[in-house]
């Protein structure tokens, strides 16, 4: 049986901000990396420009080529991991072997939700798209079956990225979206508006309030969909885009604990001793209700690697706090949420200021004196300023007259807080 | 000769001094400073020799002995009215002189032994105060007289001329004396002037000076303020009329004197103890009138004692030596060992150090 | 590793620091040919505050923990190793703005080109950043705080 | 009516070539001369308002802009100059005494510049600094003629040192109150003092806590207007200072109007904010010489006889009996400040016409001092436009101890004399209390160059003096033998105490 220090499952931002974490506090001690996936490291957010050929495959890379080498990280790439027993500190892999670990992390990401009760959903053409793979095989199928149209089901950020990759690709293409309105997990009515404007300006038409029912496949191809509403729409590739789940698979079975996502304290271990999880896969404390949620994003996945890999090296990190935030363009329209976009109820207050021409809209959602949410399209410059003063908790009240003007900048705030800001150790940790 | 007493140009230049001190009292002829003094002949250029001779006239000890040299016959009856008028002339004599080829030129030389009565009018004179008040009326009122020295028991020779010919002119091994001072002078830019040479002397004070004092104008200046008027046209009467001034005067102790005239540099006053340091100090803030700047070498005489000291950086040479009762104190060493070739010992002393000479306890000469 | 630390009593608002950026990045790095020629194509990557007699000039503060590297999910965003510097990479930023969102100074800009991202380089090559060399009034000071 | 006979002093010259509409130059104009105009896209002049400080200019990046005084803006006239005619407008216009800033511009005669140094040749070593001491560390006070001693084979010092200030360089910065300049300059002097070990003094301005911390380094002022005098005020300081009246402006009071009145200048000169803070022409309790002796005294009775106490006057006519006055009355300085002394303000026909030169009057007094024989019981420090160390050097060997700089002191910190100091809109941030201008002054900046300045005339001074032969500025202090005067009058000659070059 080969033993290693750190065993890391993943090979994701996770997987590799774990690795630096480790090596923050430990030069030396070896670490395993185990990924089922074949490829070096990559951004996985990527794939949709991958897919758009915005980027090359060269480029896909989210570290150097020598970055495992020189971080000391031995890879088995292409290796899944069927079981972890947290007693006896092994894992065991597919192909039969045992590895002993001292600290384990598992950062295997989420798997993508197929509806399991739509009929044709095994139809050639219909993909997920959250790997490498997928971007492989969908442009595969487009080239090869010389794709003219698509339907995007779910009109969430997965989705709306992979539109714009269908449309660089000059797909026409429709999105089925279940809800009244799309991005609704992340915009508010008035934000969703105007990007659903500017997707219409780019062709692209959006179905709210509807599903697909079934699906329509000539020769095993898809064809088409039918709908809730009734309706039936042609279509030679469909993505379905309505999430991911956390792959808490790997778990099932060791008693690590799992909700949603593995649970993990604000250190990142889970119920299991030695063994850490982050990520998408862990549940961890949101830093605006306080309590354990999955939320799948990106700096998130970063910081949590951080964390666990500090502490698996034996040092004290602790993790602040996950905060929804999403970055998204449009079609050339930046986009910018952050925490709560909508209010919640009593003792909620909006600020808001729109410019519909311009398609440039801001607001800030303020809760007994603090901002916790805000959406910006098309100026987000000083966006990060707010998400500081969400993630800092500072009291905007003095200054609230200010927060919505033109000339908003660090200089509005408080001075003891933009000393810190302005000194860069506001995010030490 | 009075046009050109006005001038307030300083003497400058290099020159060797020389001094002999017995300080058993014994007294001895001048023929030895002269060959001292004699052998540092490269050192002036002829334009001023002199001497100071303590012990000289040791019948007339209680009377001031006033050397004066006069231009003229009208200056000598001037002079002889203001002394009449004045003082109490005991005896009036011509100062023996020979003729001697390397001089010529001569002033009337004539000496005049003196005292004053108290001034009923002004009680806090005393006799010296009326002395120097009497030497500096005549330097800056009577037209071509000059007073060379007008202490007890001593006496100044000196006039243009190399200072070994000077010796002989005023046939100095026909006096015995405790302390022979000597200068050879080489002055750059004033024409010989007997009044000019060295030594200078103020009561019993008399000084032979090697170098230039750069702070002239400010101690002129300073001692004006207490009365001493600086007629002359070197700077070596400001160190007579100094030492007059802090230790007649204000009765500063030798050391202080010194200290005051050559202090020691801040730098070294930092690094004295606290005591020390504030006397150090307050002499400074004091006597920065007095503080005597540029290069000198100095050789003092006063009545009983003789004193060698030189500038705080000590630019100009100064070499001691000491031999049984004899203390040296000169320019060159061989001045010395030409006439003592096996002293005692020999050193130098550091920059500002006063080299005191003095007669030993008990011994009287006045 | 060098940091520049900014003096807010001491900034006059004058904005010399943001002209003399521009032209440090410009490529003829002659100031009238950057502003005639090239001044649309560069974003300062110092920008002056201003409130009232309050100014500030602001520039990447080069985090320790830099939220903007946690954020960048190209790698595009990187800390530089020799000098401690937090670079962004052009040739691989995909302009997603998850710098932008995560700044808590708003230090990090949209380029001109609106494509990829845009900051405060400290200088690349330079002893002093010019924004520090040419203050006129010693706002911005050159640190070393001695780690790398 | 507008303003249409009076013509701008200044023109503007932007070169279109070299501007690149930054804007700098509009930013850093209190007096708004340049406006960016949004509409055209480009920076626009207006010379009417330019008082030619030369701020934009400095500041330009890319030297696009000169600014040049206006020549030939009238017929020419030897008499009636342009600043005559000018003048006559402005009053013509508006009325009242014409105001101004700085010292006495007017090409009145400059006796330092006919004065020359000495330095020795061949006979007496010149001393090369850099290798040999060379001491410049002066004490101001009272001094006794004489020192006393307990005799004895370790003589012991008797007499007991009044209380003296130490300088390492004899150059102090004169008094320009908190309030005339800005906390910043004020800030710069006392910290620069204490850096080279002098003194700068508060003016009339108080003394502000965040300056209290230098305060051994300060020489606290009491003026006609008393403020911010308190024992604590003069127990803090070094040495205290009655004004009595100043170069610029003998016989003159101040004003400091109320506008200029900031919570922090009225809590340091303590008077209620706002308000005018108005110094009388006269101590209204001295009228007369022992009135200033009481107030001494008084001074001293506060400070237990532990700081000197100085007075201050403007070099007037028989300013030697006023000094000897001074002295007399017990003042351990005087400082005295000749016509061509700074000022925050001052009528301009006060400034240009009173007073006489500071080269005359030390002479006067360093001879009187002695003749009297109390010059020990007094120093005597002069200001009035020292511009340079040879300036310092001439002024010590004609006899005085030390030198005050006011207007030298502002131009190390970036003045440009543009003598507009009674706007407070300076635009170089010193003689202001605007908080956008005072900020332009960065403390450390002027620091910095202040100590710069001190040590750069620090070393002068000890090259002059060691081409003299000298090694201790006391051998220098009222040595004129080391001066001679060029293009000079036999009476100005005897009233110098100096002789004529070649003699």
């Known amino acids: 049986m080969t033993k290693t220090k750190y065993l890391i499952i993943g090979n994701s931002v996770a997987a590799v901000a774990a690795v630096s974490g480790i090596r923050q506090v430990d030069a030396d001690g070896d670490i395993t990396l185990i990924s089922r996936e074949t490829q070096h490291t990559y951004s996985r957010p990527l794939i949709t420009y991958l897919l758009g050929g915005k980027v090359g495959e060269e480029q896909m890379a989210y570290r150097p080529a020598d970055w495992y080498e020189k971080s000391g990280v031995n890879t088995m790439l292409g290796t899944e991991v069927t079981h972890v027993d947290p007693e006896a500190h092994t894992v065991d892999t597919a192909g039969g072997q045992t590895i002993g670990y001292e600290k384990l992390l598992i950062a295997v990401g989420g798997t993508p939700i197929v509806p399991r009760d739509v009929q044709g959903a095994d139809a050639e053409g219909v993909f997920t798209f959250t790997t490498m793979d997928d971007a492989d095989a969908i442009a595969n199928y487009i080239e090869e079956r010389e794709v003219r149209s698509a339907i995007v089901v779910g009109g969430g950020l997965i989705g709306l990225k992979s539109v714009e990759a269908l449309i660089e690709l000059g797909i026409s293409t429709t999105v089925v979206e279940l809800a009244d309105r799309m991005l609704s997990a992340t915009f508010d009515e008035t934000a969703s508006t105007l990007a659903q404007r500017r997707l219409a300006r780019a062709g692209v038409e959006v179905r709210t309030s509807t599903t697909v029912a079934e699906l329509l496949s000539e020769n095993g191809r898809v064809v088409g969909a039918k709908l809730t509403d009734g309706e039936t729409l042609p279509c030679e590739l469909l993505i379905f885009a309505i999430g991911v789940l956390p792959a808490t698979g790997i778990v099932q079975g060791s008693g690590i604990d799992s909700d949603r996502g593995i649970i993990v304290d604000d250190g990142m271990r889970t119920s299991a001793e030695d063994v850490y999880a982050a990520g998408d896969v862990a549940q961890a404390r949101a830093l605006l209700c306080g309590t354990n949620r999955c939320i799948a994003i990106f700096p998130n996945a970063y910081r949590q690697g951080i964390v666990a890999g500090r502490n698996m090296a034996g040092a004290e990190a602790q993790w602040e706090g996950g905060l929804v935030m999403n970055s998204v363009t449009i079609v050339d329209l930046p986009t910018i949420s952050v925490g709560v976009t909508e209010a919640l109820g009593e003792g909620y207050e909006e600020l808001s200021q729109l410019n519909e021409v311009a398609l440039s809209y801001r607001k800030l959602v303020l809760h007994e004196g603090r901002i916790v949410g805000a959406v910006f399209v098309g100026d987000i410059d000083r966006a990060g300023i707010i998400t500081g003063l969400i993630r800092e908790r500072i009291d905007v009240s003095e200054i609230r007259d200010v927060l919505m003007s033109d000339d908003f900048g660090l200089i509005s705030l408080p001075a003891a807080y933009r000393e810190r800001v302005l000194s860069g150790t506001v995010n030490r940790r | 000769m009075a046009t050109r007493r006005l001038l307030p140009f300083k003497d400058m230049g290099g020159c060797s001094i020389t001094g002999i001190m017995d300080e058993s009292g014994r007294r001895f002829a001048g023929d030895t400073i002269i060959r001292s003094i004699r052998n540092m002949h490269e050192r002036s250029n002829g334009l001023g020799g002199g001497f100071a001779a303590y012990g000289i006239y040791p019948e007339r000890d209680e009377q001031y002995a006033m050397h004066l040299m006069f231009d003229t016959h009208q200056a000598k009856r001037d002079t002889e009215a203001l002394l009449d008028q004045r003082a109490t002339v005991h005896l009036a004599e011509p100062i023996p002189t020979r003729a001697h080829p390397a001089i010529s030129g001569e002033p009337i030389l004539h000496r005049y032994f003196v005292n004053i009565e108290a001034d009923r009018g002004r009680p806090h004179l005393g006799e010296d105060d009326l002395v120097v008040e009497l030497h500096m009326q005549i330097n800056a009122e009577v037209e071509d007289a000059f007073v060379f020295s007008a202490g007890k028991n001593m006496g100044c020779f000196k006039g243009v001329g190399y200072p070994e010919d000077i010796g002989e002119f005023f046939r100095l091994e026909e006096y015995d004396a405790y302390i022979w001072i000597a200068h050879g002078r080489f002055p750059t830019n004033t024409t010989g002037w007997w009044g000019g040479a060295h030594p200078f002397s103020l009561l019993d004070w008399a000084i032979v000076h090697n170098g230039e004092i750069s702070s002239y104008g400010i101690n002129k200046r300073y001692l004006r303020n207490f009365g001493y008027e600086c007629t002359l046209q070197t700077d070596t009467e400001v160190i007579a009329y100094m030492f007059d001034l802090l230790m007649r005067k204000h009765g500063l102790p030798l050391e202080l004197a010194c200290s005051a005239m050559a202090p020691p540099f801040w730098n070294e006053i930092e690094r004295m103890d606290e005591v020390e340091q504030a006397q150090a100090r307050a002499i400074r803030a004091v006597y920065g009138g007095a503080l005597l700047n540029g290069p000198f070498a100095v050789v003092v005489g006063s009545t009983g004692r003789m004193i060698g000291f030189s500038d705080r950086t000590k630019l100009r040479p100064q070499v001691c030596a000491r031999s049984g009762d004899r203390l040296y104190i000169s320019s060159e060493e061989a001045a010395i060992r030409t006439v003592c070739p096996d002293p005692d010992v020999v050193w130098h002393p550091e920059a500002g150090e006063p080299v005191l000479g003095e007669l030993q306890a008990g011994v009287k000469v006045n | ?148 | 009516m507008p303003e249409w006979l009076t013509q701008a002093e200044f023109v503007i010259e932007r070169d279109p070539e070299r501007c690149i509409q930054c804007k700098v130059c509009v930013r850093q104009c209190a007096n708004e001369v340049h406006r960016f105009d949004a509409e055209l896209g480009e920076v626009f002049s207006d010379s009417d308002k330019c008082v030619g400080c030369h701020r934009c200019v400095s500041l330009c990046p890319t030297n696009a802009l000169s600014v040049r005084q206006v020549e030939l803006d009238f017929r020419s006239n030897a008499n009636w100059t342009p600043q005559a005619i000018r003048n006559i407008y402005k009053q013509a216009e508006q009325g009242g005494v014409l105001l101004t800033g700085m010292g006495n511009p007017e090409p009145l005669p400059v006796y330092w510049d006919r004065m020359l140094l000495n330095a020795s040749q061949v006979t007496n070593p010149s001393i090369d600094p850099l290798r040999e001491p060379m001491e410049l560390l002066t004490y101001l006070g009272a001094k006794p003629t004489r020192l006393k001693y307990e005799g004895g084979d370790e003589p012991r010092l008797e007499t007991e040192l009044g209380p003296q200030l130490e300088l390492q360089v004899p150059v102090m910065f004169s008094t320009m109150s908190y309030g005339s300049i800005s906390y910043n300059a004020s800030l710069a002097l006392a910290r620069a003092a204490s850096e080279v070990g002098t003194y700068a003094n508060t003016g009339e301005g108080g003394l502000h806590a965040g300056i209290r911390p230098f305060a051994k380094n300060m020489i606290v002022q009491v003026a006609s207007g008393r403020f911010g005098v308190d024992a604590d005020y003069l127990n803090a300081a070094a040495a205290v200072e009655i004004k009595i009246g100043q170069g610029a402006k003998p016989g003159i009071g101040g004003h400091l109007p109320g506008e200029k009145v900031t919570a922090e200048i009225s809590a340091t000169r303590m008077i209620p904010l706002g308000t005018d803070a108005i110094s009388p022409a006269p101590h209204h309790d001295i009228y007369s010489i022992e009135d200033l002796r009481q107030l001494i005294y008084a001074i001293k009775e506060t400070t237990r006889y532990r700081k000197p106490v100085g007075v201050k006057i403007a070099a007037v006519h028989h300013i030697a009996a006023i000094a000897s006055g001074a002295v007399r009355a017990g003042a351990d300085f005087v400082a005295i400040d000749g016509y061509r002394g700074g000022t925050g303000a001052a009528p301009t026909m006060i400034r240009n016409n009173v007073g006489i030169p500071i080269e005359f009057a030390l002479a006067a007094v360093d001879a009187r001092l002695r003749e009297e024989g109390i010059r020990q019981d007094a120093s005597l420090v002069v200001a009035g436009s020292f511009r340079c160390a040879a300036d310092v050097v001439k002024a010590i060997a004609l006899g005085a101890d030390a030198c005050y700089i006011g207007t030298g002191a502002l131009v190390a910190m970036g003045c440009h004399l543009c003598q507009k100091c009674y706007t407070g809109r300076c635009n170089w941030g010193i003689a202001t209390q605007d908080p956008y201008l005072t900020r332009r002054l960065n403390p450390n900046i002027a620091v910095r160059r202040l100590v710069n300045l001190l040590e750069s005339w620090r070393h002068e001074i000890k090259e002059i003096m060691g081409g003299m032969g000298i090694n201790a500025v006391e051998s220098l202090r009222g040595n004129r033998d080391h001066l001679r005067g060029i293009g000079l009058t036999d009476r100005e000659l005897n009233a110098l105490g100096i002789q004529m070059a070649g003699e």
Request: aromatic fraction near 2%; charge should be negative; hydrophobic fraction near 35%.
């Open chain 3, 1 to 148: 590793m060098k940091r520049i630390r900014i003096c807010e009593e001491h900034c006059i608002g004058c904005g010399l620091c943001e002209v003399h950026c521009v032209v440090q990045h410009s490529r003829s790095r002659n100031i009238i040919r950057a502003f005639r020629e090239e001044r649309d194509g560069i974003v300062p990557g110092v920008k002056v505050e201003r409130d009232g007699h309050l100014s500030f000039a602001l520039q990447c503060r080069h985090c320790e923990d830099a939220p903007c590297i946690e954020a960048c999910m190209t790698g595009a965003m990187h800390r530089d190793p020799e000098t401690g510097a937090v670079l962004c990479d052009t040739e691989r930023c995909v302009g997603c703005w998850m710098c932008i969102m995560a700044c808590p100074a708003g230090a990090v800009q949209r380029g001109a080109s609106g494509k990829v991202a845009s900051k405060c380089d400290l200088c690349i090559g330079e002893d002093v950043p010019v924004c520090v060399a040419n203050c006129p009034n010693e706002a911005l000071v050159l640190e070393d705080d001695g780690d790398d």
